[in-house]
T-cell receptor, first 112, second 111 residues
């Protein structure tokens, strides 16, 4: 069974631009969560989707948004990029709500 | 409140056992996890334990949970150079679907 796939693996963007990251969960998994990892703040929860509905949201500004499609694939979007948005963005997939979570390799975003 | 704490560094000799400790604050935790992260990589789920269990063993890994003290530990037997990584303790609880992570413990192996 294929693992969680995140694309792209690396991305360089300029301040003010917007970016879309993609996550394909493990086949059959319905829950997808997103996390931001930075050296200063560690791993922080962004949001979680289950059956196309956002069920939980972390403490991030509205520039961070996401969605989930009917095939459980998810995207997250960051608009008006800031230098501080440079981070490793990790996606996690779970079979159902409140079950074990498996992570992808992440997308490393650099904002210049 | 939500808080997971763990020490930042641990150095062990190759072949010895490594014990990484973690404390958490939320008594309603349902799952407690250990993740491994190697340089430039994502998070690898090593093992997890339900909050109604005391111990779980999986090959070289042993997880111990002390619910009274809200203390979780990961023991790696016969530590090898390939075990060098950052280990994250994490919890999730039934009223929410997010995972709360500790700051990670960097495990280094001495020859």
């Amino acid at each position: 069974k294929a693992g969680v796939t995140q694309t792209p693996r690396y991305l360089i963007k300029t301040r003010g631009q917007q970016v879309t990251l993609s996550c394909s969960p493990i086949s059959g998994h319905r829950s997808v969560s997103w996390y931001q990892q930075t050296p200063g703040q560690g791993l922080q929860f962004l949001f979680e989707y289950f059956s196309e509905t956002q069920r939980n949201k972390g403490n991030f500004p509205g520039r961070f948004s996401g969605r989930q499609f009917s095939n459980s694939r998810s995207e997250m979007n960051v608009s008006t990029l800031e230098l501080g948005d440079s981070a490793l963005y990790l996606c996690a997939s779970s079979p159902n709500e409140n079950t074990e979570a498996f992570f992808g390799q992440g997308t490393r975003l650099t904002v210049v | 409140g939500e808080d997971v704490e763990q020490s930042l560094f641990l150095s062990v000799r190759e072949g010895d056992s490594s014990v990484i400790n973690c404390t958490y604050t939320d008594s309603s935790s349902t799952y407690l996890y250990w993740y491994k992260q190697e340089p430039g990589a994502g998070l690898q789920l090593l093992t997890y334990i339900f909050s109604n269990m005391d111990m779980k063993q999986d090959q070289r890994l042993t997880v111990l949970l002390n619910k009274k003290d809200k203390h979780l530990s990961l023991r790696i037997a016969d530590t090898q150079t390939g075990d060098s990584a950052i280990y994250f303790c994490a919890e999730t609880y039934s009223s929410a679907s997010k995972i709360i992570f500790g700051s990670g413990t960097r495990l280094s192996i001495r020859p």
